[in-house]
C-alpha cells in the first residue's frame, strides 16, 4: 500500500470520497497475493481511511453503499458459523469489500477486456425515460430502485458458496429481468417466469432481506 498521507484538513465532496475508497481498494487489490487478500472489511476500511485521509466512519460508510450500489465496489458475503459454549452453532456472517471489475476499469481506464454495451450504437439521450444503469444496462427511470435490488442480489449469489451451475442459472434469471426493465412495459410472462425461479432458489440460501426489497418492487409488474 502506498505511505501514509497527511490528513487532508479541508471539507472534501463526496465525489472525492469515492475516489479515495475507489483508489485504496484498488491498491490493495493490485498489491495483494492472494484473493482473500483482496478483501477489507468495513471497520478496518474506515480505520484506514481515517488514519489517511481524516475521514469520518460515516463518510466512509454511506459513500462506499454508494459505490457497492453502482457496482464499482463488491460486497463479498462469506458463511460463517461460530460454537457456543454450551455446543450451539450460530451463524456469523463475515461481511468485506473488494473492488469490482468495473471498478478497476473506472481507475485504469478504458481496456480492451471491458464488456461492450450491447446498446452501444444507440443514442439513450434520445429515449425518453431511459437511463444507463452500471456499465452495460439500460433501465427505464421508474425501474431504478427494482434495478438496484437486482444488483445487489446479483452480488450476493456470485459471492455465496452456492454451486457455480445454480450461480449460473440463478444470475441468468436476474439478468433476464434486468433486460426487460428498459421497456417502459416490461413482458409480464418473461418476469413472473423468472422471478417465480430466483425467489425458490435465493429462499433456500438466505438473502431474504435483499429479496424481500427487490419483490416490493418486482410485485406491480407481476400480479
Same mark, same amino acid.
Given at each position: ?93 463475515? @461481511? ?10 473506472? @481507475? ?23 437511463? @444507463? ?91
Amino acid at each position: 500500500m502506498s505511505a501514509k498521507k497527511n490528513i487532508i484538513a479541508k471539507t472534501l465532496e463526496p465525489d472525492e470520497i469515492r475516489d479515495l475508497i475507489l483508489n485504496y481498494l484498488y491498491e490493495l487489490h493490485q498489491s495483494a497475493r492472494g484473493v482473500k487478500a483482496q478483501e477489507i472489511k468495513l471497520r478496518d476500511l474506515q480505520r484506514q481511511l481515517k488514519s489517511e485521509h481524516g475521514l469520518s466512519q460515516q463518510e466512509v460508510s454511506s459513500n462506499l453503499d454508494y459505490l457497492v450500489q453502482k457496482e464499482w465496489v463488491k460486497q463479498v458475503l462469506r458463511d460463517r458459523t461460530f460454537t457456543t459454549k454450551s455446543g450451539v452453532e450460530v451463524p456469523n456472517e463475515k @461481511v468485506s469489500y473488494k473492488v469490482s471489475d468495473l471498478g478497476i476499469d473506472r @481507475v485504469e481506464g478504458e481496456s480492451r477486456f471491458k464488456k461492450q454495451s450491447p446498446f452501444g450504437a444507440v443514442n439513450i439521450g434520445n429515449v425518453q425515460g431511459a437511463v @444507463v444503469f452500471g456499465d452495460h444496462n439500460v433501465v427505464n427511470n421508474q425501474f431504478i430502485p427494482l434495478a438496484e435490488h437486482l444488483s445487489k442480489l446479483e452480488q450476493a449469489v456470485s459471492a455465496t458458496g452456492m454451486p457455480d451451475n445454480e450461480k449460473i442459472a440463478l444470475i441468468g434469471d436476474i439478468e433476464t429481468i434486468k433486460s426487460q426493465l428498459a421497456k417502459p412495459a416490461p413482458d409480464q410472462s418473461i418476469l413472473r417466469q423468472a422471478w417465480t425461479t430466483i425467489e425458490r432458489v435465493v429462499t433456500a440460501h438466505g438473502f431474504a432481506t435483499i429479496l424481500v426489497e427487490a419483490a416490493k418492487h418486482i410485485a406491480p409488474l407481476i400480479s
